[in-house]
Antibody, heavy 121, light 111 residues
Framework: EVQLVQSGAEVKKPGESLKISCKGS????????IGWVRQMPGKGLEWMGI????????RYSPSFQGQVTISADKSISTAYLQWSSLKASDTAMYFC??????????????WGQGTLVTVSS | QSVLTQPPSASGTPGQRVTISCSGS????????VNWYQQLPGTAPKLLIF???QRPSGVPDRFSGTKSGTSASLAISGLQSEDEADYYC????????????FGGGTKLTVL
């Protein structure tokens, strides 16, 4: 069974750093792109970026380039999303998801349960 | 403001058929396939329709998708109370040189 299990909720202060995780199981983690999606309170979904754990090839959505860092450790089937200096505006739910890309078709077929990040002084 | 445009809300009564539209441009819907995601309250999104009109295993055939030019639609027939959720369309955008773009989402209310 394909599963993506994310790390637990975090409460941080502005300026602090943070790294959240997404652990995959039930599939060959290094052979699939893993994406990160942000959902701010009461708002819609926003693509942040994707990573291919096999070679760490990473693509960022223009809105998030330079704001976050996406990484992965294929040896433990885990992808990460990190911030070096959080802002209150980073308060959101963050989802990871597996990207299935076959014959030109691309979609997020399995999702993690989400990690709630709250940034408040 | 989202790259793909959806109506913010839609509604219907049990048993009715409702449609949700998604409008884009030549760089996204016009040149790539469309996916739809369903997000039930308080849960993670779930893939509902992929490649314009394909249903993943387990998704009832009450849900269907179509695409024409730079627009797409999601149709739900035989509306049920458990269909009350947020629905998002998505497509890759060639001009952004980045990952997929989402629509702003449509909140479906079952009256």
């Amino acid at each position: 069974e394909v599963q993506l299990v994310q790390s637990g909720a975090e409460v941080k202060k502005p300026g602090e750093s943070l790294k959240i995780s997404c652990k995959g199981s039930g599939f060959i983690f290094s052979s699939y792109w893993i994406g990160w999606v942000r959902q701010m309170p009461g708002k819609g979904l926003e693509w942040m970026g994707i990573i291919y754990p096999g070679d760490s090839d990473t693509r960022y959505s223009p809105s998030f380039q330079g704001q976050v860092t996406i990484s992965a450790d294929k040896s433990i089937s885990t992808a990460y999303l990190q911030w070096s200096s959080l802002k209150a505006s980073d308060t959101a739910m963050y989802f990871c998801a597996r990207l299935l890309a076959v014959a030109g078709r691309r979609h997020l077929d399995f999702w993690g349960q989400g990690t709630l990040v709250t940034v408040s002084s | 403001q989202s790259v793909l445009t959806q109506p913010p809300s839609a509604s219907g009564t049990p048993g009715q058929r409702v449609t949700i539209s998604c409008s884009g441009s030549s760089s996204n819907i016009g040149s790539n396939t469309v996916n739809w995601y369903q997000q039930l309250p308080g849960t993670a999104p779930k893939l509902l329709i992929f490649s314009n009109n394909q249903r993943p295993s387990g998704v009832p055939d009450r849900f269907s998708g179509t695409k024409s030019g730079t627009s797409a639609s999601l149709a739900i027939s035989g509306l049920q109370s458990e269909d009350e959720a947020d629905y998002y369309c998505a497509a890759w955008d060639d001009s952004l040189k980045g990952p997929e773009v989402f629509g702003g989402g449509t909140k479906l209310t079952v009256l």
